[in-house]
Structure formats: structure tokens, C-alpha cells
């Protein structure tokens, strides 16, 4: 089948590459001249896994870039919009780039389209995509418009892709319904997986997933309702552990506990210093948005916000409470991305904990495996960037780890003793053990579990009360 994916960024690039892996013939078009020109000469503009991969197998065969949409539409039977949709002043989402999008569809359309919504959108917005097709002259014979969110986690968003748990398409027509299944076929009969050089399938996917076909109005509130309930275990994880900082309890002990129940689970139940990226806090307030202009109180989701970002100032808190004070001091920190497995920085929690570390005063050095690049862009020269971990500890006078990279467990705990000025750590991500900590003689300061001091001979635990 041939199909356009309008947008190169990170929705666009990772399903137009992964529709290509599955057979279809794609043009990636996107106005950004410069951007195309990378892809086109073998750049890879994103981290991530596999992606790499698989662009260097397609380009300039089954996938191909381009910057002229009116061609490119003309190809093809299948458009998918997948363009930003930033969050405005007010936190509703921003459709311009979308309805921009549809009306140079419609204008270069010729013959039956199917326009599909891959960019998060709220909910309606398939009846403005398809009032705008119809303003700008096109017969509703002539075009479907189909909702079809994207679930892709940043870091492993070619699995995701090509092992979904489910696929879900909004779609008012029984024609568009079948051609869209005839787009995901490859994934919903298995058939990609048995495929020589498939990407492996991850440990506890689905071979054949699950295709939903629901009401274009379903469709978009499922993926808002689904980002929505995976920043609410968040922050609801988060809160149990300021009160288990209070109480003397374990977050991690009663993490357990809640996770293990089969009707929880352990997934997006990690204490830490809170959601960001570029899809949670832009859909949890475009969420709100859509709520309170349909008249629907949605409180919820307020609390939910409030409690992200209270996470920030609880953990500088707790690094001013461990130093006494924080102006003058050299923080090592470990991690400026929003989470592992990527070079994202956009909302990152691990950023605004820096530019609140620096208001006070402190003087920070950084490390990241891979979005100390992109985190320039953002931070500038108003930190140092360290080569390593160890170089970026060097006479600090204590270590932050704010990304859950998964190297920084590898850490030789008695080497970076031996680096810091002082043996202080604190984990905003919880990877770490007092144990472990202590073992090596660091003193450890954590979320949700009280903080474990080494003093000269002992290790001290903190009382139970007013641990925060």
C-alpha cells in the first residue's frame, strides 16, 4: 500500500520508518527543509532503539522524504497527520499545524483519501478534519477521516509500534475501517514477527494485538484517558511516598504490595520526582481543558498536576535539608533527560530540578548517556557537562541522580565515593538501595524511604517523623 505520514518528528519519523518495516511503500513529508536533508543523507534526527536500524534498511526504497505534500497526497491512499499539536497559553492543544495540514490535503487530493489522526488530539477534533476537508470543496464520497491514536513510549517506541498491545481506529465508515485494517495486517495476524530480521518481540508482548474499532469520538478520548491514567499512578505513587517519608514506612515495600495485585500492577508505580516528556503533562492539561470546556468537572486531574509538580521542590528540599544550604555548592547531577532510553528533554523533570538548584545558588556539572546535546539547548552555559559520571562527580559536594538510566546502576559505588568532596547521594529515582549506598560508604537520601547516614563508624537512620 502507499501512504504519506506528514511530519518527521517523533510520532512521524518512528511510524512512517515502522509502516515501511511492515511492508508499505511511505513518503515522509515534512516543510522543514533542513531536517529532510539530514534524514535524507542518513541522519537520524532522535535516539532510539532499533530506529536507526531500520531507516538505514528502507531509506530510499520502501521509505522515502520529501517536502512537497501536494505529490506525495497524490501517491497515496492513506495520509496520516501525525504534526504537533502544542499545548496553547491556556493548556488546550494547539491544531493549527493539523488544520493546516487537512486543508493541503484537500486541495491536492484527487480520487477516495483516508486522512488519518495519528498526532494526540482532543476529542471532536475528526469533525473539524472533516469539516475543513468539506469547506475546502471536497464530496464526503471522496475522503474518510479516521482517528488512530498513537501509544508509543519514548525509548522503546519501534517495539511499541510493531507490537502494540492494541490498535485503535475511529472510524464512521465500514471502507475506512477495512482499509485500515488492511494497513495494520502484518501486525494483527503475526505474520511480521515470523518475518527473517523482524525486530525481536519483547519479552511480554502480544503477537497478535488487539484491533478496536470504535467511534472517531472514542478514539481520540482513549488516548487521553490512557496518558491521563498513567500520570495519575504517578502521581498517586508519589504521594504515597511523602507519606511514607512522614511515617517511617517503605515506598518501595508497599510499592510492592499494591503492585502485586493483579488488578494494579507494578507499571507507572515508581516513586521519584515526577512525569514529564512530551506527551504526559501537555495531554493532562489539554485534558483538563477539553473537560472543563464540555462543562465536566474533572478534579482529578487537577490534583494530579499539582501533585507532579510539588515532586520538583519536595526533592530540592531534601537536598537543601541533607547540605544545609545549597548556595555555593558543586551538585553532581546524573541524568538530564525525562526518562532512559532517550535524548528527549522536553519537560523534563530532571531540567526543572537543575533551574530550581540554580536559583539557590548551586553550582552544577551533568552527565547524560545520551541528551546532554539537546539539554545544551535548553540549559545552555549556565551548568558544566561532564564526559562521565565519574568526571562529573569530581569534588562535587553530592551526587543527584534524576534519570533512571540504566548504566548508572552499573556505578562503582566505592570509586565515586572516593570522587566527591562529600558522600552524599541523593536518588530521585529510587535505583539505589540504603544498602547499597551504605555498603560504600555514601550516605543516601531517597523518595519515599527514610534517609540512611554514614557517619564515621555507623550508619545512622533518621527518625520516623518529619523525615521530609
Not at 497526497?73 to 501525525?82: E, G, L, M
Request: charged share 25%; glycine share 8%; aromatic share 8%.
Amino acid at each position: 500500500m502507499r501512504m504519506t505520514v506528514v511530519g518527521s518528528g517523533y510520532v512521524g519519523l518512528v511510524a512512517a520508518t515502522c509502516l515501511a518495516e511492515i511492508g508499505h511503500h511511505v513518503v515522509c513529508v515534512d516543510n522543514d527543509i533542513e531536517k529532510i536533508a539530514t534524514l535524507e543523507a542518513g541522519g537520524t534526527p532522535i535516539h532510539e532503539l532499533y530506529l536507526q536500524e531500520l531507516l538505514s534498511r528502507h531509506r530510499g526504497g520502501r521509505l522515502t522524504f520529501s517536502t512537497s505534500l501536494e505529490a506525495a497526497v497524490r501517491n497515496s491512499t492513506v495520509i496520516f497527520i501525525a504534526v504537533g499539536t502544542p499545548a496553547s497559553a491556556t493548556g488546550a492543544a494547539d491544531l493549527s499545524y493539523v488544520e493546516t495540514v487537512a486543508r493541503s490535503i484537500a486541495q491536492c487530493a484527487d480520487g477516495y483519501k483516508v486522512i488519518v489522526e495519528k498526532s494526540t488530539v482532543p476529542v471532536r477534533t475528526n469533525e473539524l478534519v472533516h469539516r475543513t476537508m468539506v469547506q475546502e470543496g471536497r464530496e464526503w464520497s471522496e475522503f474518510d477521516v479516521v482517528s488512530n491514536p498513537e501509544f508509543l513510549r519514548e525509548g522503546s517506541a519501534v517495539t511499541d509500534f510493531l507490537y502494540p498491545d492494541r490498535i485503535i481506529v475511529g472510524a464512521n465508515t465500514d471502507r475506512a475501517a477495512r482499509l485500515m485494517r488492511d494497513v495494520y495486517a502484518p501486525l494483527l495476524d503475526g505474520s511480521y514477527a515470523q518475518q527473517s530480521g523482524a525486530v525481536p518481540k519483547p519479552e511480554k508482548a502480544r503477537l497478535e494485538p488487539l484491533f478496536l474499532e470504535t467511534s472517531p469520538q472514542s478514539a481520540e478520548l482513549i488516548k487521553h484517558a490512557s496518558n491521563a491514567f498513567l500520570a495519575m499512578k504517578i502521581s498517586f505513587i508519589n504521594a504515597v511516598a511523602n507519606l511514607c517519608e512522614t511515617a517511617g514506612a517503605d515506598i518501595e515495600q508497599v510499592r510492592k504490595g499494591i503492585g502485586t495485585d493483579r488488578r494494579i500492577g507494578t507499571d507507572f508505580l515508581h516513586a521519584g520526582i515526577g512525569y514529564g516528556g512530551s506527551c504526559f503533562p501537555k495531554d493532562v492539561a489539554a485534558f483538563r481543558t477539553v473537560a472543563r470546556d464540555l462543562g465536566v468537572s474533572f478534579g482529578l486531574l487537577d490534583e494530579v498536576h499539582k501533585i507532579n509538580d510539588e515532586q520538583r521542590s519536595l526533592f530540592v528540599k531534601k537536598v537543601r535539608s541533607a547540605l544545609w544550604t545549597i548556595k555555593g555548592k558543586r551538585l553532581a547531577v546524573l541524568g538530564l533527560a525525562f526518562k532512559c532510553g532517550t535524548d528527549d528533554v522536553r519537560e523534563s523533570a530532571a531540567i526543572e530540578v537543575i533551574k530550581m538548584l540554580l536559583e539557590e545558588g548551586a553550582q552544577i556539572v551533568a552527565y547524560d548517556p545520551a541528551a546532554t546535546e539537546r539539554a545544551k539547548t535548553i540549559l545552555g552555559d549556565s551548568i558544566s557537562y561532564a564526559s562521565d559520571a565519574y568526571s562529573a562527580a569530581e569534588g562535587a559536594d553530592a551526587l543527584l541522580i534524576l534519570t533512571e538510566w540504566r548504566e548508572f546502576l552499573q556505578l562503582d559505588l566505592k570509586r565515586m565515593k572516593k570522587v566527591l568532596r562529600y558522600p552524599v547521594v541523593l536518588d530521585g529515582r529510587n535505583l539505589f538501595t540504603a544498602k547499597q549506598m551504605n555498603s560504600a560508604g555514601l550516605s543516601y537520601y531517597s523518595v519515599g524511604r527514610r534517609p540512611a547516614e554514614v557517619t564515621a563508624n555507623t550508619v545512622r537512620t533518621a527518625p520516623r517523623t518529619g523525615a521530609r
